[in-house]
């Protein structure tokens, strides 16, 4: 059993940085491989990237590469999304997710674990 918890989410203004973290329980965190996703109103849930166990590893959709990074620090059981140069099209919900997959993915299906998602609003 994984449960996430995310947070860090809020309303800044475009050009600006955010980083979101995604809290997980339990001993087998560094065994998942971490992704995250973001759904806005009405829309389908979106891919954002992902991060291999080790961290060694991330991949990004086209939208946000060069902007957004992801990393993890598995000693303290954490995985961030840092988001930089906002858009407002960046607005949704984030969620973090953990497969049991030994490779990452860019479909939301693949996840096995999901956290309650954080709200981001990136006002002009």
């Known amino acids: 059993q994984v449960q996430l918890v995310e947070s860090g989410g809020g309303l800044v203004q475009a050009g600006d940085s955010l980083r979101l973290s995604c809290a997980a329980s339990?001993?087998?965190?560094?065994?998942?491989?971490m992704g995250w996703f973001r759904q806005a109103p009405g829309k389908e849930r979106d891919f954002v990237g992902y991060?291999?166990?080790?961290?060694?590893?991330?991949s990004y959709t086209d939208s946000v590469k060069g902007r957004f990074t992801i990393s993890r620090d598995n000693a303290k059981n954490t995985v961030y999304l840092q988001m930089n140069s906002l858009k407002p099209e960046d607005s949704a919900i984030y969620y973090c997710?953990?497969?049991?997959?030994?490779?990452?993915?860019?479909?939301?299906?693949?996840?096995?674990?999901w956290g309650q998602g954080t709200q981001v609003t990136v006002s002009t």
């Open positions: 991060i291999s166990r080790s961290g060694r590893t991330t």
């Open positions: 997710a953990a497969t049991l997959r030994d490779w990452g993915s860019a479909e939301s299906n693949d996840y096995d674990y």
């Open positions: 339990g001993r087998t965190f560094s065994s998942h491989v």
